[in-house]
């Protein structure tokens, strides 16, 4: 009895496990292409939550900067229907339509479905830059991804009438750390640089066919024009400039727009700069006195031509004079050099960023033993002057004459309406031992 009874169970069991394996593993796909979109229908074999199911569908096309748009229709709780849009501009990629474990009406199980469509396309040319840099690439945007092996005999590219040899190649495409090709846009490469301002014709053939098997409608001829050559045309300091200051501002102009510059100085810290048709080299630091220093300069212009540029400067000649330069970027300090060598180094404290000091190169010209501010209500001692109302000098001191214990704290950090700071000691060697006339460079990283 038990056992008939076990065989009936199993019997009766055999169509609901049949019905779940299918349910859970088999779906009915169809697909449909229209004239302005594409249609995916699945048909699933349990009725299914659509509210899951809508959180759990996902477009992946081949390109993932180029998601097409896409509605969702239930036409009951078995059937869904999505409807796919391309943009123009790229319609015939591989999209692929995913649903990843959405839930079903029936309890605990789930399902995941995964369509590959591709939208048969006729091939159309899309953009062709107008400018190709001399050595190269051009840029041809088709409006459908193409069969690579139809692109290369397809495609004349021509100088007086003359084939320019080249490879085509697809842009490739880096999202997330992947990398793909895209085969909507090609490059042609020319196997060696075209001349200047010169026009090149494009000869786009009828064999060009899409991934999704159609061929172009027509032949299609294009004019593009080569890039002017890039050229400097002004520098500062100027080639082979002698007598230069100690912080200049390193600058080439050149003949067109830049979209890259770099420039540097061996063993020169600086911050380098690019706008409009400039490149600008800051250093960050002073430089040494009787020194030449080479200048590396590399440019690109908007239209893809490449430049390049060293050249030679020499810096004043100070033999074996005093000169002072100024720190304002993080720890404030003062260095005293003699020639390329430091013979002092003062902590300091610069103008605040509601009084800041005057940046540039000065020289010391007027000086006192003491100062009184009314109304500041503050005085210092040892003051040098170097540029209107700036000086160097002591930390200040109060209405009793005693220095004031706050602003000896201060010192290292931006502290002073604009003067620069010293310890009492450092103030009374710095007056004592650095003439009036000699050069102070006052600078600040930013």
């Known amino acids: 009895m038990g056992t008939r009874f076990l065989r009936l169970s199993i019997l ?20 449909n292409h ?3 979109h594409s249609t995916v229908t699945i048909v699933f074999l349990t009725p299914m939550n659509p509210q899951d199911v809508e959180a759990k569908l996902s477009l992946r096309p081949e390109q993932p900067q180029v998601v097409p ?25 591989q999209v692929i339509v995913q649903i990843d474990r959405a839930a079903t009406r029936l309890p ?16 159309a040319l899309y953009d062709l830059d107008p400018v190709m840099p001399s050595k190269g690439p051009l840029e041809i945007r088709f409006d459908t991804p193409l069969r690579p092996e139809t692109v290369p005999a397809n495609i004349l590219i021509t100088l007086d009438q003359n084939p320019v040899k080249g490879d085509f190649k697809p842009r490739i495409l880096k999202a997330g750390g992947a990398v793909q090709e895209d085969r909507a846009t090609w490059l042609f490469w020319p196997e060696k640089p075209v001349p200047h301002d010169t026009n090149l014709e494009v000869c786009i053939g009828g064999g060009i066919t899409s991934a999704g098997g159609l061929t172009m409608n027509a032949v299609v001829r294009r004019i593009v ?11 500062a300091p100027g080639l082979g400039a002698t007598g230069v200051d100690l912080h200049p501002e390193i600058q080439a102009a050149f003949n067109q727009p830049l979209s890259w510059g770099w420039m540097n100085i061996n063993g020169v810290r600086g911050r380098v700069d690019v706008w409009a048709n400039q490149i600008q080299f800051t250093p960050l630091e002073p430089l040494m006195p009787d020194q030449t220093y080479t200048i590396h300069a590399r440019a690109v212009s908007r239209q893809g031509e490449q430049a390049h540029l060293d050249w030679h400067f020499a810096t004043l000649s100070l033999g074996d004079k005093l000169w002072v330069a100024v720190d304002l970027e993080g720890e404030h300090n003062v260095t005293v050099f003699r020639g390329n060598k430091p013979v002092r180094v003062f902590k300091a404290s610069g103008g605040k960023v509601t009084s800041p000091t005057p940046l540039g190169t000065y020289f010391l010209y007027n000086r006192g033993y003491a100062f009184w501010n009314q109304r500041l209500q503050e005085g210092a001692y040892y003051w040098v002057q170097f540029k209107g109302p700036y000086l160097v000098h002591s930390v200040p001191f109060d209405a009793s004459g005693k220095l ?36 102070i460079v006052i600078y600040n990283q930013h």
């Open 69 to 93: 748009a896409h509605r969702s229709r239930w036409l009951n709780s078995f059937v869904l229907a999505v409807d796919i849009y391309e943009p123009k501009r790229l319609r015939g990629q």
């Open 108 to 123: 605990l199980l789930k399902k995941t479905v995964r369509v590959a469509l591709r939208r048969p396309e006729r091939p």
């Open 12 to 31: 009766c069991l055999l169509p609901v496990l049949l019905y779940l394996g299918l349910a859970w593993w088999l779906e009915i796909v169809r697909i």
């Open 34 to 36: 229209h004239s302005d």
């Open 225 to 235: 024009r080569t890039a002017p050559a890039l050229k400097v045309v002004q520098t």
């Open 404 to 439: 004031k214990q706050e602003e000896i704290e201060k010192l290292g950090q931006a502290a002073s309406h604009g003067c620069i700071r010293l310890s009492l000691e450092d103030a009374k060697w710095f007056f004592h031992h650095v003439p009036n006339g000699t050069m």
